[in-house]
């Protein structure tokens, strides 16, 4: 197998939130991956892989893209391991998850970044992130990361349903692990990969989460350095 991940200046520290989801999800299944870094403007140029973003996933001479795609292709093809989702109603319900916690949390995450984001990318990849990026915000990206403050307090706000929900159970999949704690999970590597800011405070039911998610897999999660 192999996973195409998204890197900058250090090819080390791929940050790419939907790629720590597929990474977790292929540690969870016990499965051997070789990853194989990127920049933004090299994925488009993986043959046979017809993708314009990362997590691609190689297995077998297929491609899957997409970091949904491969969690239910991994389900489908190595059954007899633990499973990501509990069943079709498991899955509908990370399936759920996965679309508010897009809007609560990566919504408001994404511009409080994407500064510290462009500081860290490959140098080719700056034109385009510039262009693509500023297109989004609707602003530049000095602007953006002038209101980081603002978008963080935004971004905090949003977490009370997730604190709340890690005060009766240690992990959002319940006892264990499973597809929803990753797809949280590839939130704060991403953040840990681009940016000193602090997301959490340390009596946050997360703050003590994420440290339960980062030994999980012989401390998988940890071969990002926090930024300072």
Not at 2 to 31: I, N
Not at 75 to 83: L, S, T, V, Y
Not at 99 to 125: E, K, M, Q, S, T
Not at 190 to 196: E, I
């Amino acid at each position: 197998m192999k996973l195409y991940e998204l890197v900058g200046k250090d090819k080390t520290q791929g940050f790419s939130p939907y790629v720590w989801r597929s990474r977790m999800a292929l540690a969870h299944k016990g499965c051997t991956v070789e990853m194989a870094p990127l920049i933004f403007t090299e994925i488009a140029d993986v043959e046979g892989a017809n993708a314009k973003t990362v997590p691609i996933l190689e297995h077998n001479g297929t491609f899957i893209t997409d970091s949904w795609n491969i969690a239910c292709y991994l389900d489908e093809q190595f059954p007899d391991r633990p499973p990501l989702f509990n069943g079709a109603q498991g899955k509908a319900q990370a399936n759920l998850f996965n679309n508010i916690f897009f809007y609560n949390l990566v919504v408001p995450l994404f511009p409080a970044l994407v500064g510290d984001i462009f500081n860290v990318i490959d140098d080719r990849d700056r034109d385009y992130f510039r262009t693509s990026r500023e297109a989004r915000l609707g602003k530049s990206l000095e602007e953006a990361a002038a209101q980081q403050e603002d978008y963080l307090a935004q971004f905090r706000k949003q977490l009370w349903p997730y604190n709340q929900t890690l005060k009766a159970q240690d992990y959002f999949d319940g006892a264990s692990p499973a597809y929803s704690d990753y797809i949280m999970y590839g939130l704060f590597q991403w953040a840990k990969g681009v940016s000193p800011c602090q997301l959490l405070n340390t009596d946050d039911p997360l703050h003590d989460w994420r440290a339960r998610m980062d030994d999980l897999y012989d401390g998988l999660g940890k071969v990002i350095k926090p930024r300072v």
